[in-house]
């Protein structure tokens, strides 16, 4: 993450970004071949099943009608299977791929529908747009979409499920039905990371910025955007906010990485100096569970001075504050901290206005 060196009044201020708008309401190509992939794939599957003939299977043997299939570990018997049961769970087996099949294209055919749905909410919400802005500065964007590997786990997990489910039923073991119950929650999880979603538009301004997500549209001046950084392994995930809706993920629209240091700029230099003049006249502005005053900086009850504020560090995704002589007045994930950037810069500023 990138933290401008100086306090914001007398940082460079940032040039125009190249617009990379174009990608919302744009057709969603990629992901109508993915849903059409999912539905592809549930007619293989279904026609194979159905046209296979099933039969009982002990290792790779086949088994013939009053045969036994005996389970050996170490050389020891450990549990037997007569030829009924083993056709018993094939056929199972084989209903469950069908099954499976039929929920693949279901899933594919209304997942491309609600798709079609959300682009065609996009491509209105764009065209209703005013002016009254002027131009953009600069245009960051995706396109409406879902996930293969949303789609495919949640399809197969929900088959599995169903097996699971089926052969505790014909076995009577409890253990089956709560395998079943955690692996279908699972599938259901899949699904809903997969599920259809409406793409992405942010609009920079010079006074401000334009959101459109989830087919609906927000508009902020810069002093009222809160610009979050959540630690993920690896990696940062970085993400705006503001009146009505918390947060908005920057991670996949299309020229993300210049958004992201243009919007933590423009933040951090429409919120310095009301920030400053807030605390000159007695106010405490807060940032998560802390909060900056003259006094010092606060924590619950807590207040650390400025005497004895020894600084801000972040490492691997945790912000600790120091405490002198030694110590730590408090520590947290970066996550719940907003507005990192001006956090800094404003108990830097506090720091330099006390007497030596």
């Known amino acids: 993450m990138s933290v401008p060196s100086q306090p914001p009044s007398l940082s460079k201020p940032s040039s125009p970004q190249k617009s990379t708008g174009a990608k919302f309401g744009a057709p969603p190509v990629v992901a109508l071949l993915t849903t059409a992939a999912v539905a592809v794939g549930g007619v293989v599957a279904y026609v194979a099943a159905r046209g296979a ?108 499920a169903a097996f699971l489910l089926l052969t505790g039923l014909g076995k009577d073991e409890w253990g089956y039905f709560v395998g079943a119950a955690v692996v279908g929650l699972l599938g259901l999880l899949f ?48 993400s705006i906010g503001g009146p009505g809706l918390k947060q908005l993920p920057l991670t996949g629209l299309q020229g993300a990485n210049a958004l992201q240091d243009l919007a933590q700029q423009r933040s951090v230099e429409a919120r310095y100096r009301p920030a400053i003049e807030a605390i000159n006249r007695g106010e405490t502005v807060s940032f998560g569970s802390l909060g900056v005053s003259r006094a010092g900086l606060t924590s619950g009850r807590k207040v650390l001075p400025w005497n004895e504020f020894g600084g801000v560090t972040l490492h691997q995704g945790n912000v600790t504050i120091a405490k002198v002589p030694k110590g730590r007045f408090a520590s947290m994930s970066l996550g719940v901290l907003p507005n990192y950037a001006l956090f800094v810069h404003l108990t830097s500023a506090m720091v330099k206005q006390q007497p030596s």
């Open 53 to 160: 003939t099933v039969t009982a299977m002990c290792g790779s043997s086949r088994m013939r009608p009053g045969n036994i299939c005996e389970t050996e570990r170490n050389g020891i018997v450990t549990g037997t299977e007569t030829y009924t049961e083993v056709l018993a769970s094939a056929l199972r087996s084989n209903q469950i791929i069908q099954w499976m099949g039929i929920a693949a294209i279901v899933i594919g055919v209304v997942f491309a529908a609600l798709i079609v749905v959300r682009w065609r909410q996009d491509v209105a919400l764009r065209n209703g747009l005013g002016s009254q802005y002027g131009t953009p500065a600069s245009e960051y964007s995706k396109t409406a979409g879902t996930s293969l590997l949303g789609l495919v786990f949640g399809v197969g997990a929900l088959g599995l």
């Open 191 to 238: 699904l809903g990371l997969g599920f259809p979603k409406n793409g992405q538009l942010v609009q920079v301004f010079d006074a401000g910025v334009r959101v459109l997500a989830g087919g609906k549209q927000y508009e902020w001046p810069w002093h009222e955007v809160n610009y979050v950084i959540t630690p993920a392994k690896g990696a940062a995930n970085h």
